[in-house]
Each structure stands twice: as C-alpha cells, then as structure tokens.
C-alpha cells in the first residue's frame, strides 16, 4: 500500500508556471505507475498526465501536451507535474492516483488533492 501527498498549488496568472509535487510513502513506489488528474467545478474529473513505473513511458491529455511536464524521482518517491503557460480553464484540484503496475489505467490509491487556480 503506498500513501501519496500533492504539493505546489496555489493562486498564479495566467502564462505564468507552477510545479505540483506527489510525494508517496513505502518504499517500492518505482513499482507504481501514477498519474495526475483534475477536477473543475461542475466537470468531470480527467487524466492530464501519465507516466511509467520507470518513468519511460508519459502519455498527456491533448488540452495539456506542450504545456505540461510529467517526471519523476524515485530515489525521491516523488513524481512531478510541471505546468506551464498556465490558463484559466487549468483551474481545479489536482489529484494524483498511482497502481503497482507497469501503466496505470485504473489507480488504486489517491492522493488528496491540491487546488490550483489561475486567474485571467
């Protein structure tokens, strides 16, 4: 089981960047895949980015690629989301999720969310 924590939202302008964190506890998170979701009010939640247990592999939502960054560390337990030319409509929680698997398509351990909005 693996316990995970987003950090790094906040308030920013639009065009300008921010770096979410999702810091996971244990010690075999190289063996989990994860990925970054978000909700908007009023909208349903969906995958902005993915990425492999060995970090090979990143898949983006067409609204993010080019904009956003998925890595990670695992030396550090940490994946990172970074984001930048920031826009209104990137405004919502952030959530990462994570599966001991080599690709996540359904996560079975969430985090709890980090808020991040942009103002126009």
């Known amino acids: 089981q693996v316990q995970l924590v987003e950090s790094g939202g906040g308030l920013v302008q639009a065009g300008n960047s921010l770096r979410l964190s999702c810091t996971a506890s244990?010690?075999?998170?190289?063996?989990?895949?994860v990925a970054w979701f978000r909700q908007a009010p009023g909208k349903e939640r969906e995958r902005v980015a993915a990425?492999?247990?060995?970090?090979?592999?990143?898949s983006y939502a067409d609204s993010v690629k080019g904009r956003f960054t998925i890595s990670r560390d695992n030396a550090k337990n940490t994946v990172y989301l970074q984001m930048n030319s920031l826009k209104p409509e990137d405004t919502g929680v952030y959530y990462c999720?994570?599966?001991?698997?080599?690709?996540?398509?359904?996560?079975?351990?969430w985090g709890q969310g980090t808020q991040v909005t942009v103002s126009s």
């Open positions: 244990g010690r075999t998170f190289s063996s989990y895949a």
């Open positions: 990425i492999s247990r060995s970090g090979a592999t990143t």
């Open positions: 999720a994570a599966k001991q698997s080599s690709w996540l398509y359904v996560a079975d351990f």
